[in-house]
């Protein structure tokens, strides 16, 4: 079953615009993490923020977690085409090894 | 980090007929994951193959359905059987990098079925 649920569900923005994307959960976590999928294909890995952590940045990318809300938030900055994707968060549990998967956005960045 | 090697990328099958995922990972790995991910849904966990022993199913899913192998700490092939239209998806495979929290996916496999 799905952990996180996504909104929104589809974004469309200018290029240079920052797109922020939402993430809530269920469960008490371990971790909360962000992948990017292109076209349907694999999924890569983008950033990942403990529980005990409240924001975190790696390049563009900015992630908030707000463990009394169940919610996360991730923010690209200055959007690129190429930033065109599927983002999913990605949660795992205390005491479970398994990644449960969000809804995802699909963000669209028009030139 | 890890590289998985997954093919084929996509395939078109006929209702009734199998076809067998392979997944190859340049390091060894305890726990290899196989997802399903339906036309413009999330992923969703088939099971965990570890090397040695019979895979975890997650709920819904049935080894009769979805076979895996788990011959070395490098390989693992998912099965899916007697397929029919609602088995189209992508079907993906995973590992846990150092630490075992990120995961590393294969480029998928794009499976049609007629």
Redesign the interface.
């Known amino acids: 079953s799905?952990q996180g649920e996504e909104d929104p569900q589809a974004l469309s923005i200018q290029e240079g615009e920052n797109a922020t994307m939402n993430c809530s959960y269920k469960t008490s976590i371990n971790?909360l993490?962000w992948?990017r999928q292109n076209s349907?294909?694999?999924?890569?890995?983008l950033i990942?923020i403990r529980s005990n952590e409240r924001e975190k940045h790696s390049g563009r990318l900015r992630v908030t977690l707000d463990t009394s809300k169940k919610s996360s938030s991730l923010l690209i900055t200055a959007s690129r085409a190429a930033d065109t994707a599927s983002y999913?968060c990605?949660t795992?549990s205390f005491g479970n090894?398994?990644?449960?998967?969000?809804?995802?956005t699909r963000l669209t960045i028009i030139p | 980090s890890a590289v998985i090697s997954q093919k084929p990328s996509r395939d078109i099958c006929q209702r009734g007929t199998s076809l067998t995922i392979q997944c190859q990972v340049d390091s060894q790995v305890t726990m290899m994951f196989w997802y399903r991910q339906q036309p413009g849904q999330s992923l969703t966990l088939i099971a965990t193959a570890n090397q040695g022993s019979e895979a975890t199913y997650e709920s819904g899913f049935v080894i009769d359905k979805f076979p895996i192998s788990r011959p070395n700490l490098t390989f693992s092939t998912l099965t899916v059987s007697n397929m029919s239209p609602e088995d189209s998806s992508i079907y993906l495979c995973s590992v846990y990098g150092g630490g075992r929290e990120k995961l590393f996916f294969g480029s998928g496999t794009q499976l049609s079925v007629l």
């Open positions: 799905q971790n993490q992948y349907g294909r694999g999924l890569v890995h990942l999913f990605a795992i090894e398994k990644l449960t998967f969000g809804t995802g």
